[in-house]
């Protein structure tokens, strides 16, 4: 049957398809399980996103292409994909390329699934420019697309849902500054920041850094302020801790923006013992980025939401079906947490399945 003929497909062509782009590594794939039907309501829409909508009651299969696979963020975002296929009864796996954030294995997978006619795509871009021409193609087949946590236009797509990157970067440094000019580090009479983040590349953590830097400059014009990247690993986010400290021997304020190297941060802070040096404002909230704030090594963490992310397209692909086209821009929001907030926040986790 369909469902299932591209699910191995699309496998297939994951390991074939890799020698053409000169990769040495083959993607490899992490299906979701198969979803169960019980039913829900549609969100309200306004417009039809396609000249007919598809019939409701009938079970789709849905493509995740992803960035990587598991931890913090993108583990989340697949487990409330996985919810919301269970319960609008749909099937979909849940698929990223073997090295995390390659972008090139990103549009070979999506063209794999445009190619075998996924029903729709929810996807995360990295770059728009090289994104192009396969998201053309699947506008030109009429499958919905949706992406989290990055966008590209409303050519190329139908909606996106994830954090306001202007929204998070003045949050970013509007906490910064809050723990900066509390008593544990009003030593301090200016700012001089890293903000270590997954790529370079990354339109939307470019944008958020420039709300950073906008808002530390708009208080601390004289403030230094360093962008660098970490690639989602948390012994590259050390390792660049550790030598910006040595650049920069008065810093005092360190900003995570990827999940995955954020421990890696808060690591070296512990085993250094920075804690009283360095205001450090960690992303996401994994059970163990939590333990890192009660341990002192991060000051607080700001959680994106990855769960809502991956639940919510669902049902914006499922409202698009249906002719109802949801808002093109979707917030996810953000929240705080420090060490008050903590154990609320581990229960929220819980109820989700996110923590033991």
């Known amino acids: 049957m369909k469902k299932k003929a591209l699910a191995m ?77 269970a319960e609008v009864g749909w099937e979909g796996q849940y698929v990223s390329p073997t090295t995390a954030n390659d972008t090139a294995g990103v549009i070979q997978l999506l063209d794999t699934a445009v190619t075998n006619k996924a029903d729709g795509i929810i996807t995360v871009i990295l770059d728009t420019e090289q994104a192009t021409d ?31 990157p202007h929204n998070m970067g003045v949050t970013q440094a509007e906490t910064a500054i809050k723990y900066l000019e509390s008593g ?46 970490c690639n989602s690993d948390a012994a590259t986010a050390s390792d660049k801790l550790a030598a910006l400290l040595k650049s920069y021997p008065d810093m005092n304020v360190v900003v995570s923006q990827d999940g995955y190297g954020c421990p890696g ?42 769960y809502t992310m991956g639940y919510e397209s669902v049902y914006y692909i499922k409202n698009i079906m249906e002719g109802n086209a949801p808002a093109f821009a979707n917030d996810s929001g953000t929240i705080v947490i420090g060490v008050d907030e903590v154990d609320e926040h581990m229960e929220l986790l819980k109820e989700r399945g996110l923590a033991d």
Request: a negative charge; one cysteine or more.
């Open 9 to 85: 497909i699309l496998a297939a062509a994951m390991v074939l398809g890799v020698t053409a782009c000169g990769s040495s590594e083959a993607p490899a794939t992490a299906p979701t399980e198969e979803a169960s039907a019980s039913g829900d309501e549609a969100q309200e829409g306004e417009t039809p996103a396609g000249d007919e909508a598809a019939p409701a009651g009938e079970s789709k299969d849905i493509m995740f292409v992803s960035i990587v696979t598991g931890g913090v963020a993108w583990g989340s975002a697949q487990k409330g994909f996985e919810d919301a296929l």
């Open 184 to 229: 544990k580090y009003d030593q301090y009479d200016n700012i001089t920041a890293c903000y270590i983040q997954t790529t370079l590349e990354t339109e939307t953590q470019n944008e958020q850094y420039k709300a950073f830097c906008d808002t530390i400059l708009e208080k601390y014009p004289e403030a230094t302020l360093i962008q660098d990247e």
């Open 265 to 306: 941060i808060a690591n070296y802070v512990e085993s250094e013992g920075l804690q009283d040096r360095l205001v450090v404002v960690g992303i996401d909230d994994s059970p163990e980025i939590l333990n890192y704030i009660t341990s002192g090594a991060l000051d607080c963490t700001i959680a994106q939401d990855f």
């Open 134 to 164: 396969v998201l053309g193609k699947a506008r030109e087949a009429k499958i919905p697309v949706v992406t989290c946590n990055t966008f590209t236009t409303e050519e190329l797509q139908d909606c996106w849902i994830g954090t306001d």
